[in-house]
Structures are given as C-alpha cells and as structure tokens.
C-alpha cells in the first residue's frame, strides 16, 4: 500500500523545512518532508541570515526565528572565545568592541570596516544578521517538526502525475546498505535518462524502492532538482 500525504516536500534544507514549519503553523499536519542524504550529518559552512530572510522567518514562525536566532547567537560566542583565548600572561580587561569585517589592502592595512553584530544590524535595519553553521541550521529548523515527519535517504527518482485521481506520485530509494557519505549526497550520479527510469542495475538488495502519493509537491531539491529536471524535461528553459 502506497503511503499518501496531502504535501510532500522533497528537500530538507533550510527552504523545505522552513516550508514544512509554516504549513504547520497553519494546521497542516498530513505531510512529510523527504531529503535524499543517507544521514543528517555536520556537513556545510557557514552561513549568515541576513535581515529579511530572518524577518520571512520570523512570519513563517515565531518560535522557529527564536530558535534560529540563539542557536546563532551561541555560534558567534564560541567563535569569538576561540578567536581571543584567555590567557594567564596577561588578564587585564580590554575594552568590548563590536565585532566587525574588516577589509584590508596589500598592505594589510585597514581601508574599510563593517559591524557584524545582531544589534548593530538590527539598529540600521529593523532585524539582526546571524552567522550559523549549515548543519545547526538545518537541525534547529528540523528540531521543529516531528521527528517521524522528516526523513532522510529518500532519493527521488521518478515523479508521475496520475491524471484524474488529484495524486502525484513520487517514487524513491534508499541506499540501506552503503555508510552514509559525509559530503551528503549521492556518488553515484545518474544522467536524466537513468532519473526517469530507475534500472535493474540498481535494483540489487542495497537499494530499496518507495513510492508515496501526494495532492501537492514541493520541490525544495536545490540548484539540481531532480523534480524540476523530470517535469521540464524536453524544454529548453
């Protein structure tokens, strides 16, 4: 029996979850958010929230922008205690600065600064900037949602649309027995023909096909979406 959803969201980066959060808000439960990672591991950089993405946050959910903020909050303290250790030799008090970027010439000398600090942005602006690592950002948004309403090692490889019955279906795999790749995505790339179909080379007992059933898809697969790739296939856009 094929699992259905009213929403599926393939993708669990910080746009498929913060979609998931506002559908929740909103009184949708019958969903699942699918990210094709084998495991939700510490992988990405880091990366700052600038002024509107946290105001679209904090519409999309309170307690989500409230989440985000300190966890990047408890980001830029331990940066900065790794940045200026305390030492022994001297302990005398410096005067507290705001942090800042500095950009410098050839020379190494100062030719522009900028303050990084939430208040300073939230001063010019009417909201801070926060820097946090990719991972915790996905894992405050996840911590968000149901535990059992996002689920990673779903690949998708097919997307049909079923015609008269108001479903689409999505079909996927797991690799349930390959250790999870670090660099969170699949090494074995495919090429559109082999997306459509997924092949009997495939098929050995590592890999498991799931289809599920949808009313509505969203497809928050990054910058390679095998979604937009399957639907678009044949334009030239």
């Not at 958010?33 to 700052?48: A, E, H, K, M, S």
């Not at 600090?117 to 909201?127: A, L, N, P, T």
Request: charged fraction near 20%; charge should be positive; proline fraction near 4%.
């Amino acid at each position: 029996m094929i699992d259905t959803y009213d929403i599926v969201v393939v993708g669990a980066g910080p746009v498929g979850l913060a979609t998931a959060i506002g559908l929740q808000q909103r009184g949708i439960s019958n969903f699942i958010v699918l990210d094709q990672t084998r495991d939700f591991r510490r992988v990405g950089q880091v990366i700052d929230l600038l002024p509107n993405g946290l105001k679209a946050l904090n519409y999309i959910g309170h307690s989500a922008y409230e989440a985000v903020q300190k966890t990047g909050m408890e980001f830029l303290k331990k940066a900065q205690a790794n940045q200026n250790p305390e030492t022994t030799i001297s302990k005398q008090k410096l005067p507290k600065t705001s942090p800042q970027w500095v950009v410098k010439n050839f020379k190494g000398e100062p030719i522009h600064s900028f303050p990084i600090s939430y208040e300073s942005w939230f001063k010019d602006y009417g909201e801070g900037r926060v820097s946090i690592s990719w991972y915790d950002l996905q894992t405050t948004l996840r911590n968000q949602l149901p535990v059992e309403q996002v689920k990673a090692n779903h690949r998708c490889i097919n997307v049909v649309d079923e015609g008269n019955t108001g479903y689409v279906r999505l079909d996927f795999v797991s690799d349930a027995a390959i250790e999870a790749n670090p660099y969170a995505h699949w090494s074995n790339r495919q090429n559109d023909e082999d997306t459509v179909s997924f092949n009997s080379e495939h098929s050995g007992q590592q890999f498991q096909k799931k289809s599920i059933r949808a009313r509505l898809v969203v497809a928050a697969d990054g910058i390679n979406s095998t979604i937009r790739r399957i639907v678009y296939k044949g334009s030239k856009r």
